[in-house]
């Protein structure tokens, strides 16, 4: 009996630590401002049944304005085949808000640009710098996270979203 109370305690940590390692990450509670200071919570795109990317960029960083052209290239066609929708969210300071809206326009990006200037969201996902992109599957789970960027990432993207529309049909 002894020795059945010590494997015991010595596999709880683990079944504990496993546990909240296989345990679903969701979107955060956060309310943010979209570029027309309209308020929105983040964690809503997860309850919209797409499949959501979010981006985090900022209008300093090419690697990040490369990434949102190059889906923004296929966003049609993804809207289409895998009812995605795709959130670009700047880190731009307060001071540099001004700019984001003429500078979104300017790229011809037609869907939400969220403004992230205390990086809230940004400090919820562990995201260590931008680009940082996140896939969330159609109940709101986080199901891929992605920092940096190389020219191309946008296919593996694509693999995963071709994925997750496959799992839920």
């Not at 015991?8 to 979107?27: G, R, T, V």
């Not at 570029?35 to 809503?44: A, L, R, Y």
Request: with cysteine.
């Amino acid at each position: 009996m002894k020795k059945i109370i010590i494997l015991l305690s010595l596999a709880i940590p683990f079944i504990i630590a496993s546990a909240f390692q296989n345990a679903k990450k969701q979107l955060p509670d956060i309310k943010l401002k979209d570029v027309n200071g309209k308020e929105i919570n983040i964690k809503d795109y997860g309850k919209s049944g797409k499949i959501t990317i979010i981006s985090l960029w900022a209008t300093w960083c090419k690697p990040c304005i490369l990434e949102i052209n190059n889906i923004n290239e296929q966003l049609d066609t993804w809207k289409e085949k895998y009812n995605v929708q795709l959130v670009a969210v700047t880190i731009d300071q307060a001071k540099n808000t001004p700019k984001v809206k003429p500078f979104a326009d300017g790229q011809g990006w037609d869907f939400d640009v969220i403004m992230d200037t205390n990086q809230d969201l940004m400090r919820a996902l562990n995201a260590p710098s931008v680009p940082y992109m996140v896939l969330v599957d159609q109940n709101g789970t986080i199901v891929y996270e992605h920092n940096g960027y190389n020219q191309g990432d946008e296919f593996t993207l694509e693999k995963k979203l071709e994925k997750l529309s496959a799992e839920k049909k």
